[in-house]
């Protein structure tokens, strides 16, 4: 803008008392009205979520309580409890239930003991441009595909792959195979909450410990380990709810087994029985809202 | 507290060495690429690139491809600018309900997978009673990835600080010219940054997507599974996987420039 068009509007002067506003209306009543501004940044966004996602969920939790005529194939809009009463009765679903949390903590505990003494070198023993490397050498598989992850583990516990050729043996496809992949795949979810909760521990914490006589092994129970409950906590859930989650693995290394993803995915689909695959969907809504109370007072969230 | 020198050296190596097996099994693919035999049997007994050619060739993996991409792109945008308006109200705002919004926000991605599929295919298909479609995924995934945008967004804004808005509304400019000339040009890195991470989750995304793809819409995960357990579309399949985890470096590299541009910052 040129400086003569400048002078020439009322805005532009440089005395104060003749200054008026630059803005148009519009933006002055913006200005002035705060709530008008709130919605007008919320009402998109909160428009979306609840049309989108919470009547998604509302309705999946009513649907649960539908069922399907055995005769039409469709849905009969009175309430029931039958789908929960299959849930319990039927063997098959306490079964794949129980296959699919010892799976989930299966996969949580081997990436948290892995994570763990990573974490720790990378955050408290390896010198700071050792620590940048190793930081984007635990970043990088992230951006890898999940689905190339998954098939490369096929590739290597193949019949004839390189688990086999190493001599250690394939465990062939089934249930190891799966933790094995899901275990590898959320590894890097699980060091990175860690790595920065173990970021945050000072140094000079540790020294103070050191100089007042307690040994190595003590300081990292009595004085690391509390402070990194948080850190583990979050990495923990990841894995968890990652792995429970997780239906393609099972099916693409875990053999002829199956997860809680599969039962919902076979009654959405080809089984045409969605009441019955919202009544299965809310076992992993109830374990995690469970998780998540009982985790709420460690603090643990507030690092999510 | 001191580490003997041998408890460094053992969690180094134990470092160092789960950070090398975590590349075997990628490094297994891209050597599969080239292997010659069909069923991809270890250690390769020569080096072919028919499976390249025949994937240059595949039609099936260029129309996913494109399919993804366009959906990748669409959810992208969808997610930017419904997170960055979520990010600018829940970080310069206190209203009633806040806490429940932020929550909302995380819960599509802090779900399992399956829960957050089944709910929107019974949302689509039983509650709405509309087809699966394209649309479909886009709106599913653009749904999941505004969360990634809300967080790179919202702490980039609390490291802002309002000084610099306070300034530019106190000098006469309005909302939207604050807006555009003061408050955008700091966002930049951290939309840049959002965007990135929304669409890799998209481009990716298998589980949700199972559950609210069409009949037709095949993204490139889907074909990859679908084409996965057939013998002869396996080792197309290998080499697609390789052109993937090429790609994926992009973002790293992207990633480790923007950083260092920070730190020359500073």
Redesign the interface.
């Given at each position: 803008m040129s400086a003569t068009s400048a002078d020439t509007r009322p805005?532009r002067t440089t005395d104060p008392a003749l200054?008026g506003?630059?803005?148009?209306p519009g933006?002055?009543l913006?200005?002035r009205m705060?709530w008008l501004?709130?919605s007008l940044?919320?009402s998109?966004?909160?428009a979306?979520?609840l049309l989108?996602?919470?009547?998604?969920?509302a309705?999946?939790l009513i649907?649960s309580l539908w069922s399907v005529d055995s005769l039409t194939s469709e849905?009969d809009r009175s309430w029931t409890f039958d789908n929960f009463r299959t849930l319990v009765d039927n063997e098959v679903y306490r079964t794949v239930t129980l296959r699919t949390l010892g799976v989930a903590v299966a996969v949580t505990v081997i990436d948290v003991a892995?994570a763990l003494?990573?974490a720790?070198?990378?955050a408290k023993?390896?010198t700071p441009r050792v620590r940048r490397m190793?930081v984007?050498?635990?970043?990088?598989?992230l951006?890898?595909?999940?689905?190339?992850?998954v098939?490369?583990?096929?590739?290597?516990l193949?019949?004839?792959?390189?688990a086999?050729?190493t001599g250690f043996g394939s465990p062939g496809y089934g249930l190891t195979a799966v933790v094995i992949t899901q275990a590898?795949i959320w590894?890097p979810y699980v060091i990175l909450p860690i790595f920065a909760s173990l970021e945050r521990v000072p140094d000079s914490l540790?020294?103070a410990?050191?100089d007042l006589g307690?040994p190595?092994g003590l300081?990292?129970r009595s004085i690391v380990l509390p402070l990194l409950v948080p850190g583990i906590v979050a990495g923990a859930i990841f894995s968890f709810?990652?792995t429970?989650?997780?239906?393609?693995t099972v099916?693409?290394v875990g053999g002829a087994n199956q997860m809680?993803?599969n039962l919902?995915?076979i009654n959405?689909g080809a089984a045409n029985n969605?009441p019955l695959?919202?009544a299965i969907?809310m076992i992993?809504?109830v374990v995690?809202l469970v998780l998540l109370t009982a985790i709420r007072r460690t603090g643990a969230l507030d690092n999510? | 507290m001191t580490l003997s020198p041998l408890s460094r050296r053992v969690l180094g190596g134990l470092t160092f060495g789960v950070l090398a097996l975590i590349y075997v099994p990628l490094l297994v693919v891209v050597a599969n690429s080239v292997n010659p035999s069909q069923s991809m049997t270890w250690p390769p007994d020569g080096v072919t690139f028919d499976w390249w050619s025949r994937a240059a060739h595949s039609d099936g993996a260029r129309e996913a491809l494109v399919t993804s991409l366009q959906v990748a792109v669409v959810a992208t945008v969808l997610a930017l600018i419904l997170g960055t308006l979520l990010a600018l109200a829940l970080q310069r705002y206190s209203f009633f309900g806040k806490d429940a919004v932020n929550l909302l926000v995380i819960l599509p991605i802090a779900l399992p997978g399956v829960v957050t599929g089944i709910a929107l295919n019974n949302g689509f298909k039983g509650i709405m009673g509309v087809d699966l479609a394209l649309w479909t995924i886009v709106v599913a995934h653009a749904t999941f990835c505004i969360v990634t945008v809300f967080n790179n967004v919202q702490a980039r804004l609390r490291r802002m600080g309002t000084s610099l808005e306070e300034a530019s509304a106190d000098l006469g400019a309005g909302v939207w010219t604050t807006f555009r000339l003061v408050t955008l040009p700091q966002l930049r890195s951290a939309l840049l940054a959002g965007g990135m991470l929304a669409f890799a989750l998209s481009f990716d995304e298998i589980i949700v997507t199972t559950f609210t793809a069409g009949q037709g819409a095949t993204t490139l995960p889907i074909w990859i599974l679908n084409n996965m357990f057939r013998p002869n579309q396996a080792p197309v399949v290998n080499v697609v996987a390789v052109v993937l985890i090429i790609f994926s470096i992009i973002p790293v590299w992207l990633a480790q420039r923007l950083s260092s541009d920070v730190e020359g910052v500073r």
């Open positions: 805005g200054r506003p630059v803005a148009r933006s002055r913006l200005h705060v501004r709130l940044l919320l998109a966004p909160l979306w979520m989108v996602y919470v009547v998604a969920l309705a999946l649907t849905i892995i003494p990573i720790f070198y990378m023993v390896a190793l984007v050498a635990v970043l990088t598989p951006w890898a595909s999940y689905l190339v992850k098939f490369s583990w096929r590739v290597v193949s019949e004839g792959g390189l086999d050729w590898y590894l540790l020294e410990a050191g307690a190595s300081v990292l709810s990652l429970m989650g997780d239906y393609i099916n693409i809680l993803g919902v995915y959405a969605l695959a919202a969907a992993p809504i995690m999510l | -």
